[in-house]
T-cell receptor, first 114, second 112 residues
Framework: GAVVSQHPSWVICKSGTSVKIECRSLDFQATTMFWYRQFPKQSLMLMATSNEGSKATYEQGVEKDKFLINHASLTLSTLTVTSAHPEDSSFYIC??????????FGPGTRLTVL | KQEVTQIPAALSVPEGENLVLNCSFTDSAIYNLQWFRQDPGKGLTSLLLIQSSQREQTSGRLNASLDKSSGRSTLYIAASQPGDSATYLCAVDTGTASKLTFGTGTRLQVTL
């Protein structure tokens, strides 16, 4: 199956700093990538849909100025958590859509904000 | 708004048992349904994808069924093994920009 990678796998940062997470499709081109957030013992919640070459579409309640998404190429999407705070600590997972309709997920990034 | 529920939330079975995980969704107008496996602290592994026009899909010891009209799907695991221990998630695609709505998950433990 298709492979999606994420980098870094974990990151610890101080409150107020910004953190960038990369999501790459390794062996296919993905016009659409998705970013999810998962809090402990909870399911995945979709944050935003990222389309190559256009602005991301954010789900209700997700601050677009805080979670900056860039999808500059067909194999790379980045999520930047700006001015991170402890409540942003979570497990962030990306996925890439493979036509016609299957999604493949990255291994996730554990963010801890001190 | 689509809501997806999974029952039970947790399940512990001895090795070798067959088991069924349940997934229900409130809006039957789905495009497809996927079952995933998630190991602790890890990403998701896709197990089975069922299109809305299909009734079931099989892969090895796994069989997933879909009853769209009643808003239900089941994942059947035959001859369970300790390596099957993980959280199992179902997710439905309503066809709107391929967005997935995830269920609450079933945490499975298979004991020796």
């Amino acid at each position: 199956g298709a492979v999606v990678s994420q980098h870094p796998s974990w990151v610890i940062c101080k409150s107020g700093t910004s953190v960038k997470i990369e999501c790459r499709s390794l062996d296919f081109q993905a016009t659409t990538m998705f970013w999810y957030r998962q809090f402990p013992k909870q399911s995945l919640m979709l944050m935003a849909t990222s389309n190559e070459g256009s602005k991301a579409t954010y789900e209700q309640g997700v601050e677009k100025d805080k979670f900056l998404i860039n999808h500059a190429s067909l194999t790379l999407s980045t999520l930047t958590v700006t001015s991170a705070h402890p409540e942003d600590s979570s497990f962030y997972i990306c996925s890439a859509s493979v036509p016609p309709d299957e999604q493949f997920f990255g291994p996730g990034t554990r963010l801890t904000v001190l | 708004k689509q809501e997806v529920t999974q029952i039970p939330a947790a399940l512990s079975v001895p090795e070798g048992e067959n088991l069924v995980l349940n997934c229900s969704f409130t809006d039957s107008a789905i495009y497809n349904l996927q079952w995933f496996r998630q190991d602790p602290g890890k990403g998701l592994t896709s197990l089975l994808l069922i299109q809305s026009s299909q009734r079931e899909q099989t892969s090895g010891r796994l069989n997933a069924s879909l009853d769209k009209s009643s808003g239900r799907s089941t994942l059947y695991i035959a001859a369970s093994q300790p390596g099957d221990s993980a959280t199992y998630l179902c997710a439905v695609d309503t066809g709107t920009a391929s967005k997935l709505t995830f269920g609450t998950g079933t945490r499975l433990q298979v004991t020796l």
